[in-house]
């Protein structure tokens, strides 16, 4: 498979949504037949209907469809409605957004008026017009009451839910409900009304931001002339760059706002025929949206969605085979898998399908972000995101019918694919002893390359199904010496030539239907006293394999050179960290001014000179130790020197049955 440079993240959003030239905005004789059109049809008061058809892009096609509305069944009735495209200048986010609830400080609290978060009172909640009319009414003190609430909601919206990335590339897609709301000032100033986002105010909020508007102005700006001068040069850009690739990325944002789908909620029906309330009617609309909505797939279920879309996607643009796609979406049994073709092996298919959803290149690239994005436009696509889509088809194979064990696996899998995985390497057929000899060959040498990511790649399925390595579990009642990723871990044997060996034995072990054994820097499967093999656990490979810097693994009674100069190496390791953790203590003292004390009081001359000197005759002795690392090892052994290190017991799919804990793993050649 053909890959391109890559980076560790990956972050991408949606395909821009080409832009066309915008409609003119109507004349004033449509905009007042769509007016007394609703007055009559829906007994909306004279500035409520107007509001309406002045937000309206073709009032002439709303006049035919308001003699058809749609019915939308609310408790004790049916609200009205009518779909429409509108004008975003011309329409106002609710400035009582409901999501900014908890952040509200009301009277009682007594801190009204304290501050300036706390400046005025929380607008009340909207009434229903009189005389039945579908129309809602707002009291507030003053246009700077208004100006402040709507501050706070486009704070609020923008900090915890942002659509503007969305919004930017495709628009506003689905439609916002509004409601005619007159806005009925305490301080004599005239009412004013405008459309009301009664579902969708986090949307136009965005939208506004990205206009550049505050949304408080547009009640009391709306400017027909304006709007027209508006659109028009925005069409004038749009015409001047020839194809909508070369729009301007600032215009063709703008263009994408400017209007947007919109129901317009123009009337009640009541099954009781009296007591109409069109306030409650729209708050029950709105509280089935958002408080009785449906339960929410969860990440498991929008991951197999996702991953099916982008198998899907690859095999419709020709990229992958019919037979292939049905092999990386689990839909082959292991016999039907070999039969056509394709490796039986889960490990096999697990690297096979993490290639493919980190690959770079442009065409396998452009049709995954097209599959993702085709089902939510917010997802950002980072490696992360990739990866744990990636890991949805690969427990296709997981033969374990426990849904929370499967679960469980699910999250250890995922967090078990390093984004080291998304740089250049290939998803070879290479076996266990093949794809370690390469791999030996860049460990030795440390440079860790395409043969370590793949085999991290294969290994992780194993290693996490077999139960060798798990998540992190906290810290209660766990034997874990610390708490990285399954993935850190991997990416730590991968990059020594003792992990390498410990990598190969796992996907040795369990291809042949054996729990996973430890190994020792040789390569030789470590036997206890007892002279029976060291069962591999989470909590023995991260003592086998710290984390850099921390030095070897600590050995209790140790008799060689090798065991006592590692057991040093150990204590420097820690040594280190204890310097590193004392340099930041250092660092985080702060003086009155708030700025690192360290920065102007400063340190003893005398003690910084002998530090200083300590420091810098250690780091003298590391380039010289890592040399004599690289000479011990030498440049790396051949297939043929890993094959002779097999011994029987690696091919014998026999295990001792005291030996297992009930957390066994079913290969596709036996059990462990």
């Not at 890959?3 to 972050?11: E, I, L, R």
């Not at 905009?31 to 309406?52: I, S, V, Y």
């Not at 390093?418 to 030795?444: G, I, N, P």
């Not at 470590?526 to 656990?537: H, K, L, S």
């Given at each position: 498979?053909?890959?391109?440079?890559?980076?560790?993240?990956?972050?991408?959003?949606?395909?821009?949504?080409?832009?066309?030239?915008?409609?003119?905005?109507?004349?004033?004789?449509?905009?007042?037949?769509?007016?007394?059109?609703?007055?009559?049809?829906?007994?909306?008061?004279?500035?409520?209907?107007?509001?309406?058809?002045?937000?309206?892009?073709?009032?002439?096609?709303?006049?035919?469809?308001?003699?058809?509305?749609?019915?939308?069944?609310?408790?004790?009735?049916?609200?009205?409605?009518?779909?429409?495209?509108?004008?975003?200048?011309?329409?106002?986010?609710?400035?009582?957004?409901?999501?900014?609830?908890?952040?509200?400080?009301?009277?009682?609290?007594?801190?009204?008026?304290?501050?300036?978060?706390?400046?005025?009172?929380?607008?009340?909640?909207?009434?229903?017009?009189?005389?039945?009319?579908?129309?809602?009414?707002?009291?507030?003190?003053?246009?700077?009451?208004?100006?402040?609430?709507?501050?706070?909601?486009?704070?609020?919206?923008?900090?915890?839910?942002?659509?503007?990335?969305?919004?930017?590339?495709?628009?506003?897609?689905?439609?916002?409900?509004?409601?005619?709301?007159?806005?009925?000032?305490?301080?004599?100033?005239?009412?004013?009304?405008?459309?009301?986002?009664?579902?969708?105010?986090?949307?136009?909020?965005?939208?506004?931001?990205?206009?550049?508007?505050?949304?408080?102005?547009?009640?009391?700006?709306?400017?027909?002339?304006?709007?027209?001068?508006?659109?028009?040069?925005?069409?004038?850009?749009?015409?001047?760059?020839?194809?909508?690739?070369?729009?301007?990325?600032?215009?063709?944002?703008?263009?994408?706002?400017?209007?947007?789908?919109?129901?317009?909620?123009?009337?009640?029906?009541?099954?009781?025929?009296?007591?109409?309330?069109?306030?409650?009617?729209?708050?029950?609309?709105?509280?089935?949206?958002?408080?009785?909505?449906?339960?929410?797939?969860?990440?498991?279920?929008?991951?197999?969605?996702?991953?099916?879309?982008?198998?899907?996607?690859?095999?419709?643009?020709?990229?992958?085979?019919?037979?292939?796609?049905?092999?990386?979406?689990?839909?082959?049994?292991?016999?039907?898998?070999?039969?056509?073709?394709?490796?039986?092996?889960?490990?096999?298919?697990?690297?096979?399908?993490?290639?493919?959803?980190?690959?770079?290149?442009?065409?396998?690239?452009?049709?995954?972000?097209?599959?993702?994005?085709?089902?939510?436009?917010?997802?950002?696509?980072?490696?992360?995101?990739?990866?744990?889509?990636?890991?949805?088809?690969?427990?296709?194979?997981?033969?374990?019918?426990?849904?929370?064990?499967?679960?469980?696996?699910?999250?250890?899998?995922?967090?078990?694919?390093?984004?080291?995985?998304?740089?250049?390497?290939?998803?070879?057929?290479?076996?266990?002893?093949?794809?370690?000899?390469?791999?030996?060959?860049?460990?030795?040498?440390?440079?860790?390359?395409?043969?370590?990511?793949?085999?991290?790649?294969?290994?992780?399925?194993?290693?996490?199904?077999?139960?060798?390595?798990?998540?992190?579990?906290?810290?209660?009642?766990?034997?874990?010496?610390?708490?990285?990723?399954?993935?850190?871990?991997?990416?730590?044997?991968?990059?020594?030539?003792?992990?390498?060996?410990?990598?190969?034995?796992?996907?040795?072990?369990?291809?042949?239907?054996?729990?996973?054994?430890?190994?020792?820097?040789?390569?030789?499967?470590?036997?206890?006293?007892?002279?029976?093999?060291?069962?591999?656990?989470?909590?023995?490979?991260?003592?086998?394999?710290?984390?850099?810097?921390?030095?070897?693994?600590?050995?209790?009674?140790?008799?060689?050179?090798?065991?006592?100069?590692?057991?040093?190496?150990?204590?420097?390791?820690?040594?280190?960290?204890?310097?590193?953790?004392?340099?930041?203590?250092?660092?985080?003292?702060?003086?009155?001014?708030?700025?690192?004390?360290?920065?102007?009081?400063?340190?003893?001359?005398?003690?910084?000179?002998?530090?200083?000197?300590?420091?810098l005759d250690t780091l003298e002795k590391l380039p010289l130790w890592k040399q004599r690392g690289l000479q011990r090892h030498g440049p790396g052994n051949d297939i043929g020197d890993i094959e002779d290190d097999l011994d029987q017991d690696d091919l014998d799919d026999d295990f001792d049955e005291d030996d297992v804990d009930g957390e066994g793993y079913v290969s596709s050649t036996g059990s462990v």
């Amino acid at each position: 498979m053909t890959t391109a440079p890559s980076t560790n993240t990956v972050a991408e959003t949606v395909l821009p949504r080409p832009v066309e030239q915008l409609p003119t905005p109507a004349l004033a004789a449509a905009t007042r037949k769509l007016t007394d059109r609703l007055t009559d049809l829906f007994n909306m008061g004279d500035e409520a209907a107007q509001a309406f058809a002045l937000a309206v892009v073709d009032p002439s096609v709303v006049r035919r469809v308001v003699e058809n509305p749609e019915r939308l069944p609310v408790p004790g009735g049916a609200i009205l409605a009518v779909r429409a495209e509108v004008w975003a200048r011309c329409i106002i986010p609710d400035p009582r957004n409901p999501r900014i609830g908890p952040a509200r400080r009301h009277p009682a609290s007594s801190l009204v008026g304290r501050e300036e978060s706390t400046r005025f009172r929380p607008l009340s909640e909207p009434t229903a017009a009189p005389d039945d009319r579908p129309e809602l009414l707002q009291r507030l003190q003053n246009q700077e009451h208004l100006a402040w609430v709507a501050k706070q909601a486009h704070d609020y919206v923008i900090d915890n839910n942002d659509w503007r990335e969305s919004i930017r590339q495709q628009g506003v897609m689905t439609e916002v409900w509004l409601a005619a709301t007159t806005f009925v000032h305490d301080d004599g100033t005239p009412n004013i009304t405008v459309p009301v986002t009664a579902e969708g105010s986090s949307r136009m909020t965005c939208v506004h931001d990205l206009l550049g508007l505050r949304s408080a102005d547009v009640p009391y700006g709306r400017d027909e002339r304006k709007l027209r001068s508006i659109i028009r040069k925005l069409n004038e850009e749009v015409a001047a760059a020839g194809t909508p690739d070369e729009v301007d990325l600032d215009v063709a944002v703008r263009v994408r706002c400017e209007k947007v789908p919109a129901l317009l909620l123009v009337g009640f029906e009541s099954h009781r025929g009296a007591g109409d309330d069109f306030g409650v009617a729209v708050k029950s609309l709105v509280a089935l949206r958002h408080v009785d909505y449906p339960k929410p797939w969860g990440e498991a279920t929008e991951n197999e969605a996702l991953a099916d879309a982008v198998i899907d996607e690859l095999e419709r643009r020709g990229l992958i085979t019919a037979g292939r796609a049905e092999w990386l979406m689990g839909a082959l049994t292991p016999d039907e898998a070999e039969a056509a073709g394709f490796n039986r092996d889960p490990a096999i298919r697990a690297a096979t399908i993490v290639r493919h959803f980190t690959d770079r290149g442009p065409q396998v690239h452009a049709a995954i972000r097209v599959a993702i994005t085709s089902q939510s436009t917010r997802k950002r696509i980072t490696t992360k995101l990739l990866l744990d889509v990636a890991t949805s088809l690969i427990l296709r194979s997981l033969p374990e019918e426990d849904a929370r064990k499967r679960e469980r696996t699910r999250k250890y899998l995922k967090e078990a694919l390093s984004v080291e995985l998304a740089k250049e390497w290939d998803a070879t057929l290479r076996s266990a002893e093949e794809l370690a000899a390469a791999a030996y060959s860049e460990a030795a040498t440390q440079t860790p390359g395409p043969a370590t990511r793949e085999l991290a790649a294969r290994s992780a399925y194993p290693l996490v199904v077999a139960g060798a390595l798990t998540a992190d579990r906290g810290t209660r009642n766990s034997d874990q010496p610390d708490r990285r990723h399954p993935g850190e871990v991997i990416d730590r044997m991968r990059a020594t030539v003792h992990g390498v060996h410990q990598l190969r034995q796992a996907l040795v072990d369990v291809a042949n239907g054996r729990r996973i054994r430890l190994v020792d820097d040789a390569g030789e499967v470590i036997r206890n006293d007892a002279g029976r093999d060291v069962i591999a656990t989470d909590a023995a490979l991260r003592n086998t394999f710290p984390r850099a810097g921390e030095g070897p693994m600590h050995v209790p009674a140790p008799t060689t050179p090798a065991e006592i100069l590692g057991n040093a190496l150990n204590v420097l390791g820690n040594a280190i960290q204890v310097v590193e953790d004392a340099v930041k203590k250092v660092e985080a003292v702060q003086s009155e001014d708030g700025m690192p004390a360290i920065d102007s009081l400063g340190a003893d001359k005398g003690d910084c000179e002998i530090w200083r000197g300590i420091l810098l005759d250690t780091l003298e002795k590391l380039p010289l130790w890592k040399q004599r690392g690289l000479q011990r090892h030498g440049p790396g052994n051949d297939i043929g020197d890993i094959e002779d290190d097999l011994d029987q017991d690696d091919l014998d799919d026999d295990f001792d049955e005291d030996d297992v804990d009930g957390e066994g793993y079913v290969s596709s050649t036996g059990s462990v």
